[in-house]
């Protein structure tokens, strides 16, 4: 059993704490992650992760859900 969890940089909310049956696909995060999205009704100005495989899909769809937004600096 793998747990994987995001949390809320700024107000340290738990945005989602799971159980899955493995941690090697990255399917199961992302789709933890537009869960989340849905569920908030927006999508997070910046992304932070480790540089797990499990994260790369997580910044695909962050890249996608954001590509028309100017307010993107960097940093």
Not at 48 to 74: K, P, S, T, V, Y
Request: aromatic share 6%.
């Amino acid at each position: 059993m793998c747990i994987h969890g995001c949390i809320d940089g700024c107000s340290r909310r738990i945005m989602w704490l799971e159980v899955a049956e493995t941690n090697n696909n990255p399917k199961v995060v992302v789709r933890y992650f537009l869960e989340c999205v849905e569920k908030m009704q927006g999508v997070p100005r910046i992304v932070r992760g480790d540089c797990g495989r499990e994260n790369i899909h997580i910044a695909a769809a962050q890249r996608f859900l954001r590509n028309n937004c100017d307010d993107f600096r960097a940093i």
